[in-house]
């Protein structure tokens, strides 16, 4: 406990070891070493004193052999026996935090929105994601804020070592107001985006800043009708006739867009982003880049170029999937043909 204490810790350090941990139990942890020494003495029974308890150059000695002898003697005779006290209380008071935080971690992390399920099954080790609802986070007492920080960041860090700077650099983002931020921290980085704070795993062999890749590019035909799936994804975008009255059967949702028949000739295609791509998003007037609507819509980084982007034959682009059409393409008239495109995951909506 003192050499956690001396290192840095919160309650789940001060709780020391425990008598039962798991598989593994330890029955003499609550005997003295003086009364064991006099027990095996007296039942005249051999003991093996391991070599290495000398040497002062270990510090879990040298708080042994120098800081508790001077603490006993400058400060409290009793204070093995209320250090370990201590410890039984901060065990008591970790197991409690610890259920606490597990259920608001539950209420709070969630996989990232807009994500088809198999993008989400990715490894701690392969970049995984996990988004913080900042506003439920920051209702909670400060204590749970910074033990669900700690659960969750050592998670998605592949369980590297995270520290009390850590949790509070990510606890600051939480309190930019409206604006955005970052930090890189042990085996991930933190974004605040909007109201969320994002968490994106690096590979085991990382180190520091996450390796930078090129971008996967993809582009595959997409007929009308038709479908095509994205491997990387495990996402299908199809396409199919149909006509205005379409959106008012099927109503409006996401994953489903109605765009102009007349405008996406026989074919079109489904790509990732690509550098400069512009386009006007339905009802909000004028060109954006891609790039800027992406921040807008509180996309992550690390999502961006899984975003399956549906084009026409010059490559102009009809459907950002799951966010939104070009203002060109928009059916306004209940005569004109419509195209139903539809974005889902594999065995299932996405």
């Known amino acids: 406990m003192l050499l956690r204490l001396v290192r840095g810790a919160g309650p789940r350090g001060f709780a020391g070891m425990y008598p039962r941990n798991g598989p593994v139990v330890r029955p003499l942890l609550d005997c003295r070493r003086d009364e064991l020494r006099a027990w095996l003495a007296g039942n005249q029974l051999a003991f093996v004193e391991d070599e290495t308890n000398a ?192 959106i008012v059967r099927n109503g409006r949702d996401g994953h489903v867009a109605f765009v102009r028949s007349d405008l996406c000739g026989g074919s079109l295609a489904v790509r990732n982003r690509r550098p400069g791509d512009r386009f006007r998003p339905a009802g909000l007037g004028g060109r954006k880049k891609l790039q800027d609507y992406f921040v807008d819509r509180k996309i992550a980084r690390g999502r961006r170029d899984a975003v399956p982007i549906v084009v026409d034959n010059a490559d102009r682009i009809v459907w950002v999937a799951g966010y939104g059409i070009d203002e060109a393409f928009r059916v306004t008239d209940g005569s004109q043909g419509v195209v139903i495109l539809t974005f889902k995951a594999v065995g299932g909506s996405a």
């Not at 209702?139 to 033990?147: F, G, K, M, N, T």
């Not at 007929?223 to 199809?238: A, C, F, H, K, N």
């Open 55 to 246: 040497d002062v150059s270990i510090p879990r000695n040298r708080i042994r052999a120098e800081l508790l002898p001077l603490l006993a003697e400058r400060f409290n005779p009793a204070i093995v026996d209320v250090l370990a006290d201590e410890a039984d209380l901060a065990r008591e008071a970790w197991a409690w935090m610890d259920d606490q935080s597990a259920q608001l971690a539950d209420r709070v992390v969630r996989p990232p929105a807009g994500t088809a399920t198999a993008i989400r099954s990715a490894s701690p080790h392969a970049g995984t994601t996990r988004e913080i609802d900042i506003a439920t986070l920051a209702a909670a007492p400060v204590a749970l804020q910074r033990a669900v920080l700690w659960r969750v960041m050592r998670d998605t860090a592949g369980h590297r070592s995270i520290a009390f700077h850590h949790i509070e650099a990510a606890r600051r983002l939480m309190d930019l107001g409206a604006g955005d931020g970052r930090i890189d921290a042990p085996g991930h980085r933190v974004e605040r985006i909007g109201g969320t704070l994002v968490l994106t795993g690096r590979g085991t062999a990382a180190v520091g800043r996450a390796v930078a890749k090129p971008p996967n590019l993809f582009r595959y035909p997409l007929s009308i009708p038709g479908e095509v799936t994205l491997p990387d994804t495990g996402v299908v975008v199809s396409a199919e006739h149909g006509d205005a009255g379409a």
